[in-house]
Structures are given as structure tokens and as C-alpha cells.
């Protein structure tokens, strides 16, 4: 079954004392909502704010990425088996930041799919076109072919444990806007993506989020749209009232 999700991607921000603040402004904002509540913050801060969001159970902490080794000489990285020991349950694969910047690809992601979802975490699984890709066109054929090279190895029944989130890359710092009709349009190309491999079933119940800039704004728009089921939220995360005007858009 399809679920609402808002989940806050902290990035490289807040440092300890700084997470400790937001997370207490995110728990007087708190209240019930109509969608699962998320947080990533940075891997040093991860505990704290397990610890901080332990009781209530409104928000749940999860990780930006980790490594699909379980353990070894990978100096800087984290394992999905460390990440279990302090109580996450879900993490963020294949962020267009860190297919960017850290050469990750569809196999070494496949990679780390298969190693999270082996120690039962929950995997949120990036995708999106760069500008060059969308002006060519040629947007459906990369997210197609991204989803495809790093999912479809798996068995059906492991969507289950897999929430898709859609980055139109071009969208994002560049000066152009993504429309709430163009979201719409490529998450019915995921869904009908879907369909066609592994049937209905998995298509109708798979949580798509939108991660191209939103906003208190634009939120209600956006989430209103058939095959929008929320969305991975950058920077109106770090400000409290911005991400549950967002989380409230529902």
C-alpha cells in the first residue's frame, strides 16, 4: 500500500549542537499528519538524534547513504550493519549529489541496494535527468535506464521495502522550474515503468517522492497530483515551520 512520505535531507548541515536545536523546534511543530515524517542529518549526528526522536515516535531519523561492503578497509565509510546498531531503519541510496560528486553509478548502487535491503532497511532510491538530458528529451530513457540498471535485478517482493524518489537534476539551483505537471507526468512514467516489469501490484503500491525544490508554496500543488506521493526535501527542511508547512501540504 502506497504511503505518504516527507522526508528532510539535512545534507553537509548542523553540527550537534545545531541538530539538537532543530530537532526540539521539529517536536513543538509535530503533531498528526497524513504522512510518514523523516529526517536525515549527517552520520555524526545520527545517534543524537535517534536518541532525541526516540520517544513519540512522530519523526523517524534515517541515513544519507552507506557503503555496500559490511565491513573492510573503506576508510570514511558506514555500514548498513552499523547504521541497524543504532536503531535506523531506512536510508537514502544514489542521491544526485553523490552520483555527482562521488562517481557513484547504477552497478555500484545496485550494489548497495541489495546490501541494505539483505540487513532490512528500508531504501529511499534517487533518480533523475541532468538539463542536457531533458532538453534533448531524452529524460524518460535515463530514468528509465537508472531504475532499470539498479533495481530490476531484484524479485518482486523486495519493493516492499524500496521508496522511489525522483530528482529532476535540471530543476535544482539552475534557474529553471519544474512544473507540478512535469512531476506528475515522469512519476507516471516510473509507476507504468514498474508496471511493466514486475506488474500492478508493485506499481500501484510503490511510494514515489518528488525531490525537485520543494516548498511551502508549491507543496500542495505538487502533492496533489495522482502519482505524487511526497516528497525528499533539501533545504526547506532545515527551517522547522517550512518543512511541517510541507509534511502539512497533505
Partial sequence: MRKNIVAGNWKMNNDLAQTQTLISELKEQSKTTNAEVMIAPSYVNLWSAFEATREGGEIEVIAQNMHFAESGAYTGE?????????????????????????????????????????????????????????????????????????????????????????????????????????????????????????GSQVADDMTILYGGSVKPANAKEIFGKPDVDGGLIGGASLKAEDFYAIVNAF
Fill in 78 to 198: 558506514v555500514s548498513a550493519s552499523m547504521l541497524k546498531s543504532i536503531g535506523i531503519k531506512t536510508v537514502i541510496l544514489g542521491h544526485s549529489e553523490r552520483r555527482a560528486y562521488f562517481n557513484e553509478t547504477d552497478e555500484s548502487l545496485a550494489k548497495k541496494v541489495d546490501a541494505a535491503l539483505e540487513h532490512d532497511l528500508r531504501v529511499i532510491f534517487c533518480f533523475g535527468e541532468e538539463l542536457a538530458d531533458r532538453k534533448a528529451g531524452n529524460e524518460e530513457s535515463v530514468v528509465g535506464s537508472q531504475i532499470k540498471n539498479a533495481l530490476f535485478h531484484l524479485e518482486a517482493s523486495a519493493f516492499k521495502n524500496i521508496v522511489l524518489a525522483y530528482e529532476p537534476v535540471w530543476a535544482i539551483g539552475t534557474g529553471e522550474t519544474a512544473s507540478p505537471e512535469q512531476a506528475q507526468d515522469m512519476h507516471k512514467f516510473i509507476r507504468q515503468t514498474l508496471n511493466d516489469k514486475y
